[in-house]
């Protein structure tokens, strides 16, 4: 295998092979083995890794210099042609291949179930491509450098075993690289959304573990760079909730159903789980004329909500590096005869109605926190508001619908004067 293939190929073969035996061990122990979401990324980051690596060095040690060039080189290529968003048709023809073999099927189309389970399989490999291409790069340098092949004076160590970089940004650009576009692309919404999942959970980690590693000057410099960054891509979001939620009434379905019940019947999650449609099948009698509006509105409203929740993670941060630059708590409140939950619901119709802007929620909460005294209490919690704020009461909408009427007879009667 490894004599006829460059290294990319070897890990589109071996990735589907890996799928294709969970699924098999999945289906056969259906009563006492359940999907596991951490077995894909321990796959990829540990036992793909290792395999990976053993690949090279099993390969390099049995060519010549012009051989161990060639095929280090072709290999790198490969990395640009055989990118994971370039090659889903290919893998998932290869997994429907592998799955049915010794058995020939003449439809080579995957079921929503296998979509999706191949789908988080190349969520994980779309996550580590960029490692196995930084292995491969290394590699070749320490080739052109004399350290492997026929003219190595010493031999190369292993990247496992190098040192590694004080701050990493691995997680970081899979982040920014998944922000790329703010519009449905090339993947659908659902996996766009597992995506921005698992990226947002990883950079956590990652900004976590920087801080481990640097002292208190470099981790300010550090946030204030990886946050002017995430910032720059605020100018790209134009969705907000009214925008996706007139989707889920039309189509009489909820956020919850689609997203963790997984209610393939509707059509609305049939929307958001195909890829954009092409030019000609936009023509086909099928064809859904909510589709486009469905998945740019979907798209956009969790790319702008990816934003938002790293911006607050760092922001929280800062502020334990940096006290002196809260708010100095003990400024003049404005009081108001308004309940906590009141006023949590009230910001919230601010904000979806883009009557005003703050990009980071995190400091809206401790603005309202820092600036208000609610009826009955002269300190509100920011994890009070916080959890007000995005999960308002029914009632607090009924009870400002009847506030706005009013303030709209008063208008009336003002420019009636």
Same mark, same amino acid.
């Given at each position: 295998?490894?004599?006829?293939?460059?290294?990319?190929?070897?890990?589109?073969?071996?990735?589907?092979?890996?799928?294709?035996?969970?699924?098999?061990?999945?289906?056969?122990?259906?009563?006492?083995?359940?999907?596991? $979401?951490? &077995?894909?990324? +321990? @796959?990829?980051?540990?036992?793909? %890794?290792?395999?990976? =690596?053993?690949?090279? *060095?099993? /390969?390099?040690?049995?060519?010549?210099?012009?051989?161990?060039?060639?095929?280090?080189?072709?290999?790198?290529?490969?990395?640009?042609?055989?990118?994971?968003?370039?090659?889903?048709?290919?893998?998932? $023809?290869? &997994?429907?291949? +592998? @799955?049915?073999?010794?058995?020939? %099927?003449?439809?080579? =189309?995957?079921?929503? *179930?296998? /979509?999706?389970?191949?789908?988080?399989?190349?969520?994980?490999?779309?996550?580590?491509?960029?490692?196995?291409?930084?292995?491969?790069?290394?590699?070749?340098?320490?080739?052109?450098?004399?350290?492997?092949?026929?003219?190595?004076?010493?031999?190369?160590?292993?990247?496992?075993?190098?040192?590694?970089?004080?701050?990493?940004?691995?997680?970081?650009?899979?982040?920014?690289?998944?922000?790329?576009?703010?519009?449905?692309?090339?993947?659908?919404?659902?996996?766009?959304?597992?995506?921005?999942?698992?990226?947002?959970?990883?950079?956590?980690?990652?900004?976590?573990?920087?801080?481990?590693?640097?002292?208190?000057?470099?981790?300010?410099?550090?946030?204030?760079?990886?946050?002017?960054?995430?910032?720059?891509?605020?100018?790209?979001?134009?969705?907000?909730?009214?925008?996706?939620?007139?989707?889920?009434?039309?189509?009489?379905?909820?956020?919850?159903?689609?997203?963790?019940?997984?209610?393939?019947?509707?059509?609305?999650?049939?929307?958001?789980?195909?890829?954009?449609?092409?030019?000609?099948?936009?023509?086909?009698?099928?064809?859904?004329?909510?589709?486009?509006?469905?998945?740019?509105?979907?798209?956009?409203?969790?790319?702008?909500?990816?934003?938002?929740?790293?911006?607050?993670?760092?922001?929280?941060?800062?502020?334990?590096?940096?006290?002196?630059?809260?708010?100095?708590?003990?400024?003049?409140?404005?009081?108001?005869?308004?309940?906590?939950?009141?006023?949590?619901?009230?910001?919230?119709?601010?904000?979806?109605?883009?009557?005003?802007?703050?990009?980071?929620?995190?400091?809206?909460?401790?603005?309202?926190?820092?600036?208000?005294?609610?009826?009955?209490?002269?300190?509100?919690?920011?994890?009070?508001?916080?959890?007000?704020?995005?999960?308002?009461?029914?009632?607090?909408?009924?009870?400002?619908?009847?506030?706005?009427?009013?303030?709209?007879?008063?208008?009336?009667?003002?420019?009636?004067?």
């Amino acid at each position: 295998m490894i004599e006829d293939k460059y290294l990319v190929e070897l890990l589109e073969q071996r990735l589907v092979q890996e799928v294709v035996n969970y699924r098999h061990t999945l289906d056969e122990n259906w009563e006492t083995e359940k999907y596991d $979401k951490s &077995y894909f990324p +321990i @796959f990829f980051s540990e036992t793909l %890794m290792a395999e990976f =690596k053993e690949w090279i *060095y099993s /390969k390099v040690n049995k060519l010549n210099n012009f051989e161990i060039n060639k095929f280090l080189s072709l290999s790198l290529e490969q990395f640009k042609t055989h990118k994971p968003d370039y090659r889903k048709q290919e893998i998932e $023809k290869m &997994y429907h291949l +592998i @799955f049915w073999y010794p058995n020939v %099927m003449p439809d080579n =189309k995957l079921s929503l *179930y296998d /979509k999706n389970f191949l789908s988080s399989a190349l969520r994980s490999y779309d996550r580590y491509f960029n490692t196995y291409l930084s292995i491969t790069e290394k590699m070749l340098i320490d080739f052109k450098a004399g350290l492997i092949g026929s003219n190595a004076t010493f031999q190369s160590v292993p990247p496992s075993e190098q040192t590694k970089e004080k701050i990493a940004f691995r997680d970081f650009k899979v982040f920014l690289k998944h922000l790329e576009f703010n519009y449905p692309y090339k993947i659908d919404v659902i996996t766009f959304k597992y995506f921005l999942r698992d990226d947002i959970e990883y950079l956590k980690k990652e900004i976590l573990e920087n801080f481990l590693n640097i002292n208190h000057e470099e981790k300010i410099a550090y946030i204030n760079r990886i946050k002017y960054e995430i910032e720059s891509l605020q100018k790209n979001v134009w969705a907000n909730y009214n925008d996706i939620e007139k989707w889920f009434n039309k189509y009489e379905i909820s956020e919850e159903e689609i997203f963790t019940h997984q209610n393939f019947s509707n059509e609305l999650y049939r929307l958001l789980s195909i890829e954009p449609p092409t030019f000609r099948e936009t023509f086909e009698p099928d064809y859904n004329i909510d589709t486009e509006d469905v998945q740019k509105s979907f798209y956009n409203y969790y790319y702008g909500q990816s934003i938002n929740t790293i911006l607050d993670f760092i922001s929280e941060h800062e502020i334990k590096l940096n006290p002196s630059a809260q708010t100095n708590l003990s400024k003049q409140k404005i009081k108001t005869n308004l309940s906590v939950p009141q006023l949590a619901c009230l910001f919230r119709a601010l904000l979806d109605n883009k009557i005003i802007d703050i990009p980071v929620k995190a400091n809206l909460y401790r603005f309202i926190s820092e600036s208000f005294e609610s009826k009955g209490t002269l300190e509100i919690s920011t994890k009070k508001i916080k959890n007000l704020f995005e999960d308002p009461d029914l009632k607090e909408f009924e009870f400002w619908d009847e506030k706005f009427l009013k303030l709209k007879q008063y208008t009336f009667a003002k420019k009636n004067l």
